[in-house]
């Protein structure tokens, strides 16, 4: 049996997933923002590693432009707590539709959130 503690951090951990797939779909700086420590390092988000300050500054407005509407949805999170560390992997299913001329288009990807 797992002790309260470690549940407790695996509910947090995912809680951070959930507000950033949130805060990106909403284009909600602070959700987004929230997800991660403040000066934390994103790599594979855009040309170059950059901080979580850099990136919503980035990407929000870079989905606001092209996009109408995004929906991401994140299963099989995988949480394994070792020491002062924490591991975290999950699916990631993502549907952004793209209108223009009065054409919408539907993009869908899939990955994984590591």
């Known amino acids: ?21 949130r805060g990106i779909d909403r284009l909600d700086a602070e959700y987004v923002s929230s997800a991660f420590h403040p000066g934390a390092i994103l790599h594979n988000y855009g040309p170059d590693p950059m901080t979580i300050e850099d990136f919503v500054e980035y990407a929000l407005p870079s989905l606001r432009n092209r996009y109408v509407a995004t929906q991401h949805r994140v299963s099989n999170i995988r949480v394994e ?23 919408n288009r539907l993009h869908t990807f899939n990955g994984r959130y590591i």
């Open 1 to 21: 049996m797992e002790d309260s503690s470690l549940t407790s951090q695996r509910v947090l951990i995912i809680d951070c997933l959930l507000s950033y797939t």
């Open 81 to 103: 707590i070792v020491g002062s560390r924490a591991l975290v992997e999950s699916y990631v299913l993502a549907f952004h539709v793209e209108s223009r001329n009065e054409i």
